[in-house]
């Protein structure tokens, strides 16, 4: 199949291009379509396969939240939507080419930047971004080279998000553990020849701050050769006692902490949460070798010797060319959905999902804030019409002479069970390409 | 595992859960909303967001409400899929008050 094969768009109506693929590409997308009014929406998506995180971002050994691909599916079937896959917004057409094709633009474009620490040294060999890690061993075209020496013993993860619970994870599983997921294959193969054996999971925070859930945490009951465990030197005894009883899933969170400070450790290897540090410098000679860290607002320093270390502390959207940014949040300026430069509304162009809110909630929290930029859209449309200059679809005759090809929904249904024939000798759901070229050639077969 | 909706709901019926679903499992009946266990992805958006605290992860259900769990894969094969917000029931905001919510 050739670009051609893109389903000509319903020439009347409003027309609204999605930028992202992600879960809230895909919600506000739904919600546009099913709001009666007669519009089209063009998907366009930098890579030639969908789903943003849910694809790059959920761990391999989380296969039932990937189920929800299912419910993307149907969105993209649905009469009007289209996928324009592998045309990156920000280099193959700007912003404002497509705000002069298109009624409205969301922004749908994740938070892809990771947070830095500030601190000295964060830049030695062994010292990585997590999210670089969890691109890495989730197949993502953009970090399949990247390196990890996996060869010494002890590794900190520095945050106590889910990102940071997701990378310990898939450092303490063994390979059997890891083999039947969708794990990428050059990521299966370092972590089968991983030494590690003490990883530290460290925040600045109390246990009652952390920011993982109790959800994520109860994964580590379950690890074949792993133990999880708590300092007693990081905690007072009232730690573990939830401020606000009516709060179960605060308290489950204590709960699993208490049972982790209180186990013996017998397995090959040990995972032990920390507690009230903050990371003061990153030391080694050529590359890491410890981390000094110490209790916020004091000067009592504790170094923790490692051979790598994972910077898990947040992360913030790209900046694109033509949208106003929100430098304090890191996510597009807006009001509410609306794209916004200070209190004056760009019109036509809206956000949602992490790029208007930050990074938190689960994939559902982008199902509520898709709807509710829709809602933003859907009012504004009566005054946008008439305001775009140009065609989307000669505004897509015209990139198909910028990309080397314009990969369809159909495109990516090849894709997909292509993955899937890979996948099945080896007992895994997929075997991802990780190469754009190989997704192609998938596509073309 | 899946997510339970129980009593608390009941008199309620709020709804934000269905607007955060991803995959719309839950339906609903003139008393309350139940999770489609087969269709739950334990993604775990609705528990935050009901205003009643009425849904927990099945595991976590005290014994006296473990029953929940069979009548939310009962009456969610027997009820219609809500795709979107409802009014709350009638006097709705006074049972949450009584819940101390």
């Known amino acids: 199949m050739t670009g051609s094969a893109l389903d000509r768009a319903d020439a009347d109506g409003f027309r609204i291009a999605v930028v992202g693929s992600g879960p809230s590409g895909f919600y506000v997308s739904e919600a546009l379509l099913r709001a009666g009014v007669p519009l089209s929406v063009d998907m366009f998506e930098q890579l030639p396969v969908p789903y943003g995180l849910v694809r790059f971002g959920v761990a391999p050994d989380h296969p039932k939240l990937k189920l929800v691909t299912a419910a993307f599916d149907r969105i993209a079937t649905t009469p009007g939507f289209r996928f324009i896959g592998g045309v990156a917004v920000g280099r193959h057409v700007a912003i404002d080419e497509l705000r002069e094709s298109y009624d409205a633009v969301v922004l749908a474009t994740g938070a892809d930047i990771s947070r830095s620490l500030g601190v000295p040294g964060e830049d030695l060999s062994g010292s990585h971004r997590a999210g670089d890690f969890v691109g890495w061993y989730n197949g993502h075209p953009d970090f399949r080279d990247c ?23 898939i450092l303490a599983k063994t390979a059997d553990e890891l083999r039947r997921t969708d794990i990428a294959a050059h990521a299966l193969e370092v972590l089968a020849e991983s ?29 074949d050769e792993c133990d999880a465990s708590v300092l007693s030197r990081d905690v007072a005894p009232d730690d573990f006692t939830p401020d606000n009883p009516q709060d179960p899933e605060l308290a489950e969170k204590l709960a699993l902490l208490r049972g982790f400070s209180q186990q013996v450790s017998t397995k090959r290897r040990r995972c032990v949460f920390r507690f009230g540090l903050s990371p003061r410098a990153i030391r080694g000679r050529g590359r890491v070798e410890t981390i000094a860290f110490a209790p916020p607002a004091s000067p009592a320093i504790e170094d923790i010797d490692c051979g790598l270390v994972f910077r898990s502390v947040g992360r913030r959207s790209t900046p694109l060319a033509g949208v106003p ?22 019109a036509g162009l809206y956000v949602c999902g992490w790029s208007k809110r930050g990074p938190s909630g689960t994939i559902g929290t982008n199902r509520g804030c898709g709807m509710a930029t829709a809602e933003a859209v859907l009012a504004d449309l009566p005054a946008l019409s008439g305001r775009r200059s140009s065609d989307p679809d000669a505004l897509l005759a015209r990139l198909r002479h910028r990309v080397a090809r314009i990969v369809s929904y159909r495109d990516w249904v090849a894709i997909d069970a292509a993955e899937k024939r890979r996948g099945a000798p080896l007992g895994k759901p997929r075997e991802k390409f990780v190469s754009v070229a190989d997704m192609l050639a998938a596509a073309d077969a | 595992m899946t997510y339970v909706v129980t009593d608390n709901c009941r008199g309620c019926r709020y709804t934000e859960c269905v607007t955060v679903c991803p995959v719309e499992c839950f339906h609903v009946d003139e ?71």
């Open chain 1, 147 to 169: 390196q990890f020496d996996l060869g010494c013993e002890a590794a900190t993860v520095i945050g106590h998000g889910n990102v940071a619970l997701d990378v310990a994870r």
């Open chain 1, 325 to 346: 940014y929100d430098e304090h949040r890191g996510v597009h300026a807006n009001n509410e959905g609306r794209v916004a430069d200070g209190s004056s509304v760009i």
């Open chain 1, 195 to 223: 030494r590690i054996c003490e990883i530290h999971v460290v925040g600045r925070g109390k246990p009652s701050q952390a920011k993982f859930t109790a959800k994520e945490l109860r994964d580590f009951l379950e690890l």
């Open chain 2, 31 to 101: 008393k309350m909303t139940y999770i489609d266990p087969e269709n739950c992805i334990d993604c775990g958006g609705c528990v935050p967001v009901c205003p009643v605290a009425a849904i927990e992860p099945d595991y976590r259900l005290a014994a006296d409400k473990k029953f929940w769990i069979d009548v939310n894969r009962k009456r969610a094969a027997e009820t219609p899929v809500l795709t979107g917000r409802l009014p709350p029931l009638p006097g709705a905001d006074a049972r949450r008050q009584e819940l101390g919510r």
